[in-house]
């Protein structure tokens, strides 16, 4: 098995989103990002077992600036997809993300680059 994570984006339901090459967060608000894992060797969605969990990292170039946060599972229907809700006032980095699965007691790490883009609302210019 080899996990990853797609991108979804316009999830209203269990049924009802779209895969995307990333997601996406906006400076200044509050930010629902939306995953789903994948077991790539067998090109299927992955199920963890019931009380898994999964934190995400978003990592920086300044590493101080690196925080984890844990994902939940916003549909009880299917535990594939995992939401990341961040605060305002919570940055991230455009570029990738570290997952670690706990399942069975067993942290099963993976990496997804270049996932996130975050939009700044700043106006600058040259």
Same mark, same amino acid.
């Given at each position: 098995?080899?996990? *990853?994570?797609?991108?979804?984006?316009?999830? #209203?339901?269990?049924?009802?989103?779209?895969?995307?090459? /990333?997601?996406?967060?906006? =400076?200044?608000?509050?930010?629902?990002?939306?995953?789903?894992?994948?077991?790539?060797?067998? $090109?299927?969605?992955?199920?963890?077992?019931?009380?898994?969990?999964?934190?995400? *990292?978003? /990592?920086?170039?300044? *590493?101080?600036?690196?925080? #984890?946060?844990?994902? +939940?599972?916003?549909?009880?229907? #299917?535990?594939?997809?995992?939401?990341?809700?961040?605060?305002?006032? =919570?940055?991230?980095?455009?570029?990738?993300?570290?997952?670690?699965?706990? =399942? $069975?007691?067993?942290?099963?790490?993976?990496?997804?680059?270049?996932? +996130?883009?975050?939009?700044? +609302?700043?106006?600058?210019?040259?």
């Amino acid at each position: 098995m080899k996990l *990853t994570a797609k991108a979804l984006q316009n999830v #209203d339901s269990v049924n009802a989103f779209k895969y995307s090459s /990333q997601v996406e967060g906006f =400076e200044g608000q509050p930010n629902d990002l939306y995953f789903q894992l994948f077991d790539e060797h067998r $090109g299927l969605r992955y199920i963890p077992a019931s009380g898994s969990s999964l934190k995400v *990292t978003f /990592q920086n170039v300044d *590493t101080s600036l690196n925080y #984890d946060k844990v994902a +939940t599972n916003p549909f009880a229907d #299917d535990r594939s997809i995992f939401k990341i809700s961040l605060a305002s006032t =919570e940055t991230f980095s455009t570029g990738g993300l570290k997952f670690v699965l706990t =399942e $069975g007691g067993i942290d099963k790490p993976f990496y997804v680059m270049s996932i +996130t883009v975050f939009n700044s +609302t700043s106006v600058g210019g040259c």
